[in-house]
Structures are given as C-alpha cells and as structure tokens.
C-alpha cells in the first residue's frame, strides 16, 4: 500500500538549511539569473545531489489573503470519464479549477496539469490529494506548484 503523504506548514527558523537553500535555488533557475542547476547549486552552496532529492518536495508558502493557487500533475489511465470524475473530486472540497491541460494518452497513460484556487477549499488539499490518490485510474498525484 502506498504510503500518504502529509503536508506541513513550517516556520523557515525550524527547518533544515538545505531545505532553504534548495528553495533559493529553485527561485534561481526560475528568475533565469542562473541558466544550469550546477550554477544555482553553487551559488546557494549545497549539493546538486541535495538539489535533486527534495526540488519536487520542498516549496515556499506565500500567504495572500485572496487567490492561492495551486497546480497539481495527475497521472490518469485512458478511461472514459475518468477526469470527469477527477474533477467532480475537486469541485467536491470546494476548489475552483482555473486551468486544465490534458496531453494525448501515450501508452494508455494521460497526463493531466490542473490549476485550482484554493482560497474556498478552506485547508482542505490534503484531503482532496487523498481522495484523488485513493481514485481507481489514477496512477500518480503531485503537487508541482504553489502561489
């Protein structure tokens, strides 16, 4: 059985360096003021082995009053009605999708990118990313951006 994954929020004064400095070295990449990780890496002064290991799981938290967003990557097998269902899923808990973006299904697999504000989900992303982990046909469910 696979293991849940949970979501904390940390104060930054708590939390390991590297996790820190890979954030900064991701803002790095992202603002284009480095063009390759080993500059990034460099600059913040950790590992590119530590920048690989936590990149898809270390993310700052910004705190608005109004319009946090968040995009998820879904892995769904070529089913019919499957991502109606998935949608049904996060309409459930109150998010309002913003973007949805479906490739073609490549080996009977669709990869799916949704955007949601999470303003009316009053907290609820660890339940939905339960429920939509716990969908028969989909195969993967990450978090991949947060604003």
């Known amino acids: 059985m696979k293991e849940k994954a949970g979501y904390f929020i940390v104060n930054q004064d708590v939390l390991p360096e590297v996790f820190v400095k890979v954030v900064e070295a991701k803002r790095l990449l992202?603002?284009?003021?480095?063009?390759?990780?080993?500059?990034a890496v460099e600059l913040v002064?950790?590992?590119r082995s530590s920048f690989y290991k936590y990149k898809d799981s270390v993310f700052p938290f910004f705190e608005n009053s109004r319009g946090r967003t968040i995009t998820i990557s879904i892995q769904l097998e070529d089913r019919s009605g499957l991502l109606s269902h998935v949608l049904n899923v996060i309409a459930s808990v109150g998010a309002n999708i913003l973007t949805i973006n479906q490739t073609i299904p490549v080996?009977?697999?669709a990869n799916v990118t949704?955007?949601?504000e999470t303003d009316p989900m009053?907290?609820?992303i660890e339940e939905l990313?339960?429920?939509?982990?716990?969908?028969?046909?989909?195969l993967n469910v990450k978090i991949i951006a947060r604003e």
């Not at 990313?129 to 989909?138: N, P």
Request: hydrophobic residues 30%; glycine residues 6%; charged residues 35%.
């Open 30 to 39: 992202e603002s284009e003021k480095v063009q390759t990780v080993q500059e």
């Open 45 to 47: 002064g950790i590992s």
């Open 107 to 109: 080996n009977r697999i």
């Open 114 to 116: 949704i955007t949601m």
């Open 122 to 124: 009053k907290d609820q």
């Open 129 to 138: 990313m339960d429920k939509l982990e716990s969908m028969e046909g989909v």
